[in-house]
C-alpha cells in the first residue's frame, strides 16, 4: 500500500505529472487529488478530461500543467473519449504497435458525471473499458459559477438554487452517483476525500489491480464555491467524513468495506457551520428543518452502509 | 508574464501542445497575498505539506522537504493548514514572485 | 469484382478492406445496416478493428476523437439525428485534425421525425470543418470511402471526411458495385501514421487545450489552413484511385454533357443519376441541356463550378433541405462565387425533402422551367400547394 514516501519518491524519479503552473484557485482540492491519483499509479497513463474547473485551469493554450498524455474533448463525454482512447490501445496493442502497459484515468467534475455525462459513464462501464474514472466531487458547477447539480446537497445556496425568502436553498436530496456505479457491477467503486489522501492512494491502486472500469467519487472541497477560507480543504472535507455525511468506502467485486469509520460520528451542524453556502439554514425555521432532515437522511444512510458491508462480508 | 504571441503559421497542428508541462509559462506566484516560511528546525518531514499542496510547490528530495517553489505558490496556506507541528508559517506577502 | 449489393454492404465492404482500428458506431436508420456489417464482420474474424458499440452517436464521435487521437485509424457512420447528436464533437474532431472518416447516409432532421432521405444532416455539418462528399451511386459511395481515407490523413489535410450517400436511395437499394481486391485497398490506403498520439507516453501531449481570445482566432485559422489543402489532395487522390480501379473520377464535381449546354441543373447526390437520364432524353430531342454533380461540398469548389457554369444561360440549383429564411445553401455556394460579374439566371429549387420522391418528370419540369426564370428565385420541387 502507497503511503506517502512511496508516493514521493515516485514523483522525484519520474517527475511531476501534474505541475504547478496551473490556474486552479488558490487552496482547490482538485490538484491534490489529481496529483495523488496520478502518483498512485505505477505504469504510464493517458488521461481524458471533460470540461471543467480542471480542463480549463491546466490547459490554457499554450500551457499546459500535464506531464502524461492529456485530451479533453467536450463536457459530457469524458468515458466516451477514454473509452476510445483505450479501444486504440487494444487494437494497436493487437497488432503489435504499442507494448507497453498503459493504464487509463478520466477525470470528471460532479456535473460532467452526475448530470451531463452520465449516459457517457453508464456506456463506458457497461462496455467494460479498462479505466478508472475520478470523480472531483464539489457539489456544484464550480466553472460557470457555482450552480446547482444532481449533486449539490439540499438546503445549499447554489447560484441556481439560491437560498431565497421562500425557498432556503436547493430543494432536492442529492444523487447517490457512487450506488448508481454499484449497480453496474463494475470491479471496483469508491468513495473517497480530499482529507484522507493515502485513503485514496490505496484505493487507487486496488482499483487499479482490476482490467475494466473502476471509479473512485472523491469529496472535493471549493473553498470558492462553499465560501469557506482559502486553506480550508482538507478540514472541511474531513468534516463531511466525520459528520458520515460523505463515508468513505468501496465495493471491490460486490462487497462492501467503509475504509474509515469515525470514532465519535459528529452532528451534521459541524460540517455545515463553517460553510457559507450553508449559513442561511441556521437563521429560519425552515433552514433548521432542513437540518434535521439533512441528519436524519445521513444517519439512515449511514446505517445501509453499514448494513451493506455486514451483508457482503465473506461474499469475497 | 510577457509572453510572446505566435503567428497562426507556427501553431502545431491541432492545437496540440506537445511535449507535456509547461509550468515556466505560468508563474502563479505572483497571485500570493501571503507567504509560507518554511522551518526546518521544527519539520519532521512528514510530506503532509507536499502532498496536499495543489500547486505542487513544496520542493522535496529523498523524500525530504528542501523548501518552497515562490514562483508557483499561490499562498493558499493549506501546507501551514495540515503542517502537525507548525513548522509552516503563513506571513503577508510584500514583494511579488520570487 | 463487380457484384450486385446494396449502398451499405458496399460501404462496409470498403471499410473491411480499409479495416481500421477502431469502429465506434450507434444504430439508427437508414445507417444500421452499415454497424451490422461490420460487426458481423468482427464477429467472423474477418477484420482485427475494436469495434466499439457505443451508447449514442455523441459518444460514437467521442471515442472516435479519443481513438484517433490516441493513435488509430477510425471509421464511423450515421444519419439525421445521430449526426445532430455527433455534430458537437465533429466540431472539435476538426479542430483537432483528426482523420476520422466517416458515412454519412442521408436523411432528414426531425421534425416531424422522418426516416428518409434529404441532406438536411449533411447541411447542419456544414460547418463543422469536416469534408463533405456526395457520392451518387452505391459505387461512388465505396469509391470514395476508400478514397476519403487518403485525403483525411494527408500530412496537410487531416481533417474528419464525410462520405454522403443518400438514404434508402442509395443505402438500400442493390446496385452493381465493383470493389477492388482486399490488397490493393491496403496498399492504397498504406499504414496510418498518426501525429502526436497519446499513446506515445514518453512524449505526453497536451490536447484539446483551452484557448483565450489571444489564440482561439489564430488556431482557427490554422484549421483553415487544413481546408484550403483539400483541392490539391482530392484531384491527386482521385487521379491515382482512377488508374487504380479504371474507373475515371477527374475533378471535383462530374460535368455531364455540360460543354456547350444552356440550362443546366447543379445536384447533389442520388438525383444526379435521374437528371442524367432526363438530360439525354432532352439532348436526342436536341435541347442543350447539362448537368453539375457535385462530389466536393466542403470545402467548395467556388472557381472551379463558376468556370463550368459561366458558358450557361440558366441554371437551376436544387437544395435537398430548406436553410431557413434564405435559399438553399448549396445555392448561395454558387451564386456567390459569381459575385460582381456576370452569370447565368440562377434559380434555386428546395426537392426532395423527407424522401419525397424526385421523379424524371420533376427533373423534367426543371429544365423546362428554366425558360423563364428570374435570378433568386425561389422554387419548391414536387410540393403540394
Given amino acids: 500500500m502507497p503511503n506517502v514516501k512511496v508516493l514521493a519518491q515516485r514523483q522525484e524519479q519520474r517527475g511531476s505529472r501534474f505541475t504547478g503552473g496551473h490556474s486552479l484557485c ?44 492529456w485530451i479533453h474533448s467536450a463536457f459530457e463525454n469524458a468515458a466516451a473519449t477514454i473509452a476510445g482512447v483505450e479501444a486504440a490501445y487494444r487494437a494497436l496493442s493487437r497488432k503489435g504497435k504499442i507494448t507497453k502497459r498503459i493504464r487509463f484515468v478520466a477525470f470528471a467534475g460532479d456535473g460532467g458525471t452526475y448530470d451531463i455525462g452520465l449516459q457517457a459513464l453508464s456506456g463506458a462501464l457497461e462496455r467494460g473499458h479498462d479505466f478508472l474514472y475520478i470523480v472531483l466531487n464539489n457539489e456544484a458547477y464550480m466553472n460557470t459559477g457555482v450552480q446547482r447539480s444532481s449533486a449539490t446537497p439540499r438546503g445549499a445556496n447554489a447560484t441556481t438554487s439560491p437560498a431565497g425568502s421562500v425557498i432556503p436553498g436547493k430543494p432536492q436530496d442529492r444523487k447517490d452517483l457512487t450506488e448508481i456505479v454499484v449497480a453496474h457491477r463494475v470491479p471496483y467503486v469508491a468513495q473517497a476525500s480530499v482529507s484522507n489522501l493515502i485513503d485514496l492512494a490505496n484505493k487507487v491502486e486496488r482499483a487499479m489491480k482490476y482490467e475494466g472500469p473502476k471509479l473512485i467519487n472523491v469529496y472535493s472541497t471549493c473553498p470558492l464555491g462553499w465560501r469557506t477560507p482559502w486553506d480550508s480543504a482538507v478540514r472541511i472535507a474531513k468534516l463531511a467524513v466525520d459528520t458520515c455525511y460523505w463515508p468513505l468506502y468501496e465495493v471491490e467485486e460486490g462487497v462492501y468495506r467503509v475504509t474509515y469509520k469515525p470514532k465519535e460520528k459528529l452532528p451534521i451542524e459541524e460540517w455545515l457551520k463553517p460553510q457559507g453556502r450553508f449559513r442561511h439554514l441556521f437563521k429560519s425555521e425552515k433552514g433548521k428543518a432542513i437540518i434535521r432532515e439533512l441528519q436524519e437522511a445521513v444517519d439512515r444512510h449511514w446505517e445501509e452502509l453499514l448494513m451493506k458491508e455486514r451483508c457482503t462480508q465473506g461474499k469475497a | 508574464m510577457a509572453v510572446e504571441l505566435k503567428s497562426w503559421k507556427e501553431l502545431p497542428i491541432g492545437g496540440v501542445i506537445p511535449g507535456g508541462a509547461t509550468p515556466e509559462l505560468n508563474k502563479t506566484g505572483s497571485w500570493r497575498a501571503q507567504r509560507p516560511i518554511w522551518d526546518s528546525d521544527k519539520c519532521i518531514h512528514c510530506l503532509q505539506c507536499w502532498l496536499h499542496c495543489p500547486d505542487d510547490s513544496i520542493l522535496i528530495r529523498d523524500q525530504k522537504v528542501t523548501g518552497v517553489d515562490y514562483d508557483h505558490c499561490k499562498g493558499c496556506g493549506v501546507c501551514a493548514a495540515v503542517c502537525p507541528v507548525d513548522a509552516i508559517e503563513m506571513v503577508p506577502e510584500r514583494g511579488g514572485a520570487g | 469484382m463487380k457484384k450486385v449489393m446494396t449502398g451499405h454492404k458496399a460501404v462496409a465492404e470498403a471499410m473491411r478492406q480499409i479495416e481500421p482500428d477502431v469502429v465506434a458506431v450507434y444504430p439508427i436508420t437508414p445507417q444500421s445496416e452499415i454497424a451490422e456489417y461490420y460487426a458481423q464482420y468482427v464477429a467472423d474474424g474477418l477484420v482485427r478493428t475494436e469495434l466499439v458499440p457505443v451508447e449514442s452517436e455523441h459518444s460514437a464521435m467521442s471515442a472516435c476523437v479519443g481513438a484517433a487521437a490516441a493513435g488509430a485509424r477510425v471509421i464511423t457512420a450515421t444519419a439525421s439525428q445521430g449526426l445532430a447528436l455527433m455534430v458537437e464533437i465533429l466540431y472539435i474532431a476538426a479542430s483537432m485534425r483528426l482523420p476520422i472518416v466517416m458515412a454519412l447516409a442521408n436523411r432528414a432532421l426531425s421534425g416531424p421525425i422522418n426516416i428518409h432521405c434529404d441532406h438536411s444532416d449533411a447541411y447542419l455539418a456544414r460547418d463543422s470543418g469536416a469534408v463533405q462528399i456526395f457520392a451518387e451511386s452505391a459505387q461512388e459511395a465505396y469509391d470514395y470511402m476508400v478514397m476519403a481515407q487518403r485525403i483525411a490523413e494527408h500530412k496537410d489535410v487531416r481533417l474528419p471526411v464525410i462520405v454522403n450517400l443518400d438514404g434508402f436511395t442509395l443505402t438500400h437499394s442493390s446496385q452493381v458495385v465493383e470493389t477492388l481486391p482486399d490488397e490493393r485497398v491496403k496498399e492504397f490506403v498504406g499504414e496510418y501514421e498518426p501525429l502526436y498520439p497519446l499513446l506515445d507516453v514518453d512524449n505526453p501531449s497536451t490536447w484539446g487545450p483551452f484557448a483565450m481570445p489571444d489564440y482561439y482566432f489564430e488556431l482557427k485559422r490554422a484549421q483553415q489552413a487544413g481546408m484550403e489543402a483539400v483541392p490539391e489532395v482530392f484531384l491527386s487522390v482521385q487521379e491515382e484511385y482512377s488508374r487504380l480501379s479504371g474507373r475515371p473520377y477527374k475533378g471535383f464535381f462530374e460535368a455531364y454533357k455540360l460543354d456547350d449546354a444552356e440550362r443546366v441543373i447543379v445536384v447533389m447526390g442520388s438525383t444526379a443519376g435521374t437528371a442524367k437520364v432526363v438530360v439525354d432524353e432532352l439532348r436526342a430531342r436536341g435541347e442543350r441541356v447539362g448537368l453539375l454533380k457535385v462530389w466536393l461540398w466542403r470545402p467548395f469548389p467556388r472557381a472551379e463550378v463558376a468556370e463550368a457554369l459561366s458558358g450557361a444561360k440558366a441554371v437551376a440549383i436544387m437544395d435537398r433541405a430548406l436553410s431557413f429564411g434564405n435559399m438553399g445553401a448549396l445555392y448561395l455556394d454558387i451564386t456567390s462565387a459569381f459575385a460582381g460579374r456576370e452569370g447565368p439566371t440562377f434559380v434555386n429549387y428546395i426537392y426532395g425533402l423527407g424522401g419525397r420522391d424526385v421523379p ?26
Fill in chain 3, 360 to 385: 424524371a418528370e420533376h427533373i423534367a419540369q426543371v429544365f423546362e422551367g428554366l425558360e423563364d426564370a428570374v435570378t433568386g428565385e425561389l422554387r419548391y420541387l414536387g410540393l403540394r400547394e
Fill in chain 1, 26 to 69: 488558490s487552496g482547490c482540492a482538485e490538484p491534490m487529488i489529481v496529483r495523488t491519483v496520478l502518483n498512485a499509479i505505477e505504469d504510464p497513463v493517458v488521461v481524458a478530461n471533460a470540461t471543467g474547473c480542471l480542463e480549463v485551469a491546466s490547459s490554457r493554450y499554450p500551457t499546459s500543467a500535464w506531464n502524461v498524455p
